[in-house]
T-cell receptor, first 110, second 114 residues
């Protein structure tokens, strides 16, 4: 079974601060995705990374896929209250099925 | 914006009742999924379908059943609800043409069984 560990589990920061959160596994994934879920809604895909070492930027969010394709990080610059939510990472195995982590609950205080 | 809809959004029922959670998508996606989500836990896949008349059980054992008679519709049924079924149920869809696969989720149904 492929497991994805996300850390930290909870994070509460002030508006304007920078943060980095992580998604780690002992397994290799063909691709890795990050989703954001707001209260009362379903997850929404933010990004998919495919190549080891790949870096993708989405406005103030920077996603990186580890060289060995076992881990990923999400860096948010100058966090805003609108960034508040549950951040889920999901890895695709050889059979393309997605394995989800438990998520990181981010709260950005005004 | 995802065109995938789940009803009801919230459901509170008594033990032993039969319920059906509805999920419909208007994107023509061939693949559809049901996930169970509990606070602090991973999303667990309970059922999936790769097309009409095709359904499979997921990684998490579930007493629910699903059907896929039409491409756009993927309802989930519990014949006799129990308190252990209390959870958030998320429906998702995608297309085989998306590589890698990317999921579009509905807003979920929060089920409470008393």
């Amino acid at each position: 079974t492929q497991l994805l560990e996300q850390s930290p589990q909870f994070l509460s920061i002030q508006e304007g601060e920078n943060l980095t959160v992580y998604c780690n596994s002992s397994s290799v994934f063909s691709s890795l995705q990050w989703y954001r879920q707001e209260p009362g809604e379903g997850p929404v895909l933010l990004v998919t990374v495919v190549t080891g070492g790949e870096v993708k930027k989405l406005k103030r969010l920077t996603f990186q896929f580890g060289d060995a394709r076992k881990d990923s990080s999400l860096h948010i610059t100058a966090a805003q209250p609108g960034d508040t939510g549950l951040y889920l990472c999901a890895g695709a195995g050889a059979n393309s099925k997605l394995t989800f982590g438990k998520g990181i609950t981010l709260s950005v205080r005004p | 914006e995802a065109d995938i809809y789940q009803t009801p959004r919230y459901l509170v029922i008594g033990t032993g009742k039969k319920i059906t959670l509805e999920c419909s998508q208007t994107m023509g996606h061939d693949k559809m999924y049901w996930y169970q989500q509990d606070p602090g836990m991973e999303l667990h896949l309970i059922h999936y379908s790769y097309g009409v008349n095709s359904t499979e059980k997921g990684d998490l054992s579930s007493e629910s059943t699903v059907s896929r008679i039409r491409t756009e519709h993927f309802p989930l049924t519990l014949e006799s609800a129990r308190p252990s079924h209390t959870s958030q149920y998320l429906c998702a869809s995608t297309s085989t043409t998306f590589l890698p696969e990317k999921l579009f989720f509905g807003s979920g149904t929060q089920l409470s069984v008393l």
